[in-house]
Structure formats: C-alpha cells, structure tokens
C-alpha cells in the first residue's frame, strides 16, 4: 500500500494535534517535522519523527516528502505555502488562508502554476455535529432558512493561560495586526464565514461591528450580518473574551428550526484518552481533515476545503472590515 510522506511545518498547540492524527494514519508517514522550539522537536523525536529542522525551507527540499502540514503563525501562511508549491509539494494549510487577500492570491497562484493540492483546515466542516445539519438544510426538512445565529466564543490566543498555574506569554505576532491580519473576527470569523457559506452559498453583503474590550489597536470581538444570495441572513458573533468557550449555529427555517454545537473537550478525559492514545470526539474532526487531504493526494482528488474557498472568506472578512457599523446600528 503506497503512502503518503508527510513533513509537519509548526509544532505549537495545533501543529501537535495534526502530528499525533496523521502518526495515526496507515495511509501516511509523518518523516520530517520542523520548528524554532528545540523543545517541540524533542517531542516529535520521541515520536519517531526521523528528520528534523529548525528552517522549514530545508524540510521544503527533502525529495522523499509528498506534502507539508503548514501550522505557523499567519503572516508566515504565503511564504511558506509558495515556497511549498514551488518544491512540488501538497499542502494542507491552516486557516485563516493568510492575513490579506493579497497573499492569498499569491497562494493560489502559486499552486495552480506548480500543480500541487491546497487543503485549508476547516474542521467544523468535518464535524458530524454540523454535517448533520447541513443535510437537514439540503433536504428541505426546516424549509427555506431564514435567519441563522452563528457564534464561536473563546479565549483566543489566551486560553493557554487558564490551564497553567504559570502564566504563558501570549506569541507576539498574536498582538500585531499587521502579522495576524486582524483579531477574533479574522481569526474565529473565518470558522464561521467558511461554515454559513457551506450552508447557504455565497454572501451578498456583509457588515460588522467591532468590538474593543481589551484595548488593543484590533477587535478582540465582533458581530456580523451577512446576507446570502439565498435570501438567508446570519448573525455571526465571535470573541476572545470568555474562557468558557460556546461554538455553535441556529437556523431558522419556514418549516422547523434545528441548531448544531461543536463542545469544549472534558480536560479530564482528554488527557485519558491521550494517554491511551485515542482521540476525542472534540479532536476527531481534525483527524478526519487530515485524513480526507491524504486520501485526496492517494486519489488525485480535489480537497473539499479548497483554496478558492477559502480566498472567498478572506474576501468576505475584508469586506467586513471595510463596511464598519455603530453599536447604535445594530440595536435599531
């Protein structure tokens, strides 16, 4: 049975999420994994990850790799994905696809002028909670979805610090806008963008409102209205501000209504079914992306989460940006 070489780009929080999925794959083999942190490459050592690298570019040039998993920080999504496409390698990226449509564009030129597969990861869309309801939608059981209620509520880049006695600085490029590309409604709003377009097509118009409660010079939470060309509206909510975190989605159809939410993992019983080396129903989204881009290579498939998708919600949170409102507009 043919495998898939892979080589892991960024070892922090998600990075080892997909490094212990695809050591999980029989269809894949992770051979190459590189990051700054000594420390992470230690991990993946013991893992039984054989090659390592603290550049990702000398990873890009390892003959043996087919395709990279690339989870580094966004402003390092378009260099690093077209030096990937142009070493003829597949790429899975994480999302958002980068911090500008510019660099996205870049992206998806580069892969198509290279020939290689780009996979953004998505995993709500390989959520059974939220294939449930999308199959509820297309069947026309809740009728024509009027209006939707979508929200993604979190710590952001500030959950590391509820689960240690110590306190973690939060990585730098988090607090800049011109490295990350915007606040929560980049960083959670592309989940949501991605996941009510799934649903509903494509967006006619979107409008946002920005909210400040940190201070910083970028929205730690934001509303969003969009309206979709089929005649749906939704209300996107999504924050950094709760440590308690609430993912989910309302729809409101002229025949029944039905909702979906994605829970918080149990901590405790994360941690067990780590240690048997077992994934979390909370996890196991991830392990189905990563499966589906591996099976897509093997099959000369195109990847459901595609680049052109994902360009499209880059598109729509720009668009967003542009078309602020009042907290007065809203409550009118």
């Known amino acids: ?106 992206i998806i030129s580069a892969v198509k002028k290279h020939g290689v597969k780009l996979m953004v990861g998505y995993p709500f869309r390989f959520s059974s909670t939220f294939q449930d309801l999308k199959q509820k939608i297309e069947t026309g059981a809740l009728g024509d979805i009027q209006v939707a209620h979508a929200v993604n509520i979190g710590a952001g880049p500030f959950f590391h610090r509820a689960e240690s006695a110590t306190p973690k600085p939060v990585p730098e490029w988090w607090l800049k806008k011109e490295l990350s590309g915007g606040g929560a409604l980049m960083d959670l709003g592309s989940h949501l963008i991605n996941l009510t377009r799934w649903y509903f097509g494509e967006i006619k118009s979107i409008k946002a409102y920005l909210g400040y409660r940190f201070n910083f010079d970028f929205e730690d939470y934001a509303v969003c209205i969009a309206n979709f060309e089929r005649e749906t509206t939704a209300i996107i909510n999504v924050g950094w501000f709760s440590q308690k975190a609430a993912i989910g989605i309302e729809v409101y159809g002229t025949a029944a209504h039905a909702s979906g939410y994605y829970h918080s993992p149990n901590k405790a019983i994360t941690a067990m079914q780590l240690i048997l080396g077992k994934t979390s129903k909370f996890f196991a989204p991830y392990l189905k992306e990563v499966s589906h881009f591996v099976d897509c290579i093997l099959k000369d498939a195109h990847p459901s989460t595609s680049g052109d998708d994902a360009l499209k919600d880059i598109e729509m949170i720009e668009c967003a940006y542009r078309n602020q409102i009042s907290l007065e507009q809203i409550r009118l």
């Open 1 to 106: 049975m043919r495998k898939v070489n892979l080589g892991l780009i960024g070892l922090g929080f998600v990075g080892m999420v997909h490094m212990r999925n695809c050591l999980k794959l029989k269809s894949a083999k992770v051979v190459a994994a590189a990051d700054l942190s000594q420390k992470a490459l230690k991990i993946a050592r013991e893992r039984g990850v054989k090659e390592l690298f603290t550049d990702y570019n000398e990873l890009l040039k390892q003959p043996s790799i087919d395709a990279v998993l690339v989870s580094l920080p966004t402003y390092l999504h378009m260099p690093c994905a077209v030096s990937a496409a142009e070493e003829g390698k597949h790429i899975f990226l994480e999302k958002p696809l980068a911090g500008k449509l510019e660099d996205g564009k870049e």
